[in-house]
C-alpha cells in the first residue's frame, strides 16, 4: 500500500508530481521484493533509490519532493513480514483478535499547528492557509530524526521503518489500508476492527469504502471531525487464509 502525500498546493521542486511517483516506487518496490532472500527495508531502499535515479533533472532536495506511506505485508515460509513507514497501518485478524501496525510519529509534529487548521471548515480560505502554513512547516521535520519518515529520495529513510515478522499459524485474515479508509475506525470511530473485517467479507474493499464515503458525507464541512480535507484517497488491500 503506498499513499501519496498531499502537497496542499505547494511547490515540490518536481515536474512529475506525486502520482508519477507512487505509480514509480510501486512497480520497483514489486521487482526489488521479488527474491524473497531481500529484506523489507533493504527493498524499499532499493526502490526508493532507483525512483530518485529516474529524475535527476529535478530538485530532489526540495522538502516536498513528491513523497508516500509505505505498507508492505509479505508472506514467507510460515511467516508473515511486514513494513510501515507513516500511517498506512496493517491491521491482522489472528485467533485471538486483532492487532494494528502503524507508525503514527507524523501525528506528534506541531500539534499547535495541526490545532489551527482543525479550528476552520474545509472548503474555507482560512482552512486553505492554515493548512499550507502546517505543511510547509512539517515539511521541515520530514525525514528528520525530530520528525516523521516517509518515502521520498532518501533510501536511508526504509532504516526507520516499522518492521517486523508474526506467525502465519495463528493469521486468519488481514488488510492494508491506507488513511483515508482506516480513520473509519481510528477518526471517526463509526465501526470497529470486526465490523471492518466483517464488512470486507461481505462485500470487500469497494463496500468499505463507500461506507466510509458515505460516512464523510453526513460531515462535509469537517464540523463533527475536523480535518484536512473533506475525504482522503481511501484504498484497501485484503486477504483471508480462513
Known amino acids: 500500500m503506498l499513499d501519496g502525500l498531499s502537497t496542499a498546493g505547494l511547490d515540490t521542486?518536481?515536474?512529475h508530481g506525486v502520482a508519477w511517483y507512487v505509480s514509480h516506487l510501486g512497480s520497483q518496490l514489486v521487482a526489488a521484493l521479488a527474491d524473497p532472500g531481500v529484506s523489507l527495508p533493504a527493498g524499499l531502499a532499493n526502490a526508493?533509490?532507483?525512483?530518485?535515479?529516474?529524475?535527476?533533472g529535478c530538485d530532489l532536495g526540495n522538502p516536498g519532493t513528491p513523497s508516500a506511506t509505505v505498507a508492505i505485508l509479505r508472506q514467507g515460509e510460515g511467516t508473515f513480514d511486514y513494513l510501515v513507514l507513516a500511517d498506512s497501518p496493517i491491521v491482522l485478524e489472528g485467533q485471538r483478535g486483532y492487532s494494528v501496525i502503524t507508525d503514527l510519529r507524523v501525528d506528534e509534529v506541531l500539534p499547535e499547528l495541526r490545532r489551527e487548521v482543525e479550528r476552520y471548515e474545509t472548503?474555507?480560505?482560512?482552512?486553505k492557509e492554515a493548512l499550507q502554513r502546517f505543511v510547509t512547516a512539517q515539511r521541515s521535520t520530514r525525514n528528520t530524526p525530530d520528525g516523521?519518515?516517509?518515502?521520498?529520495?532518501?533510501?536511508?529513510?526504509?532504516?526507520?521503518a516499522v518492521v517486523g515478522h508474526t506467525g502465519a499459524e495463528d493469521l486468519r485474515a488481514a488488510a492494508v489500508l491506507s488513511d483515508g479508509a482506516s480513520r473509519l475506525v481510528t477518526e471517526y470511530g463509526m465501526a470497529t476492527w470486526s465490523e471492518v473485517f466483517a464488512a470486507l467479507r461481505a462485500g470487500g474493499p469497494q463496500?468499505?469504502?463507500?461506507t466510509v464515503r458515505?460516512?464523510?458525507?453526513t460531515d462535509p464541512t469537517g464540523r463533527r471531525w475536523p480535518r484536512y480535507k473533506s475525504s482522503d484517497d481511501a484504498s484497501v488491500a485484503f486477504c483471508q487464509w480462513c
Open 214 to 217: 458515505k460516512v464523510e458525507a
Open 123 to 127: 472548503h474555507t480560505a482560512e482552512h
Open 207 to 210: 463496500d468499505l469504502i463507500a
Open 13 to 15: 521542486g518536481c515536474r
Open 48 to 56: 526508493i533509490e532507483k525512483v530518485a535515479a529516474l529524475h535527476p
Open 148 to 160: 516523521y519518515w516517509v518515502a521520498a529520495a532518501g533510501p536511508e529513510a526504509a532504516n526507520h
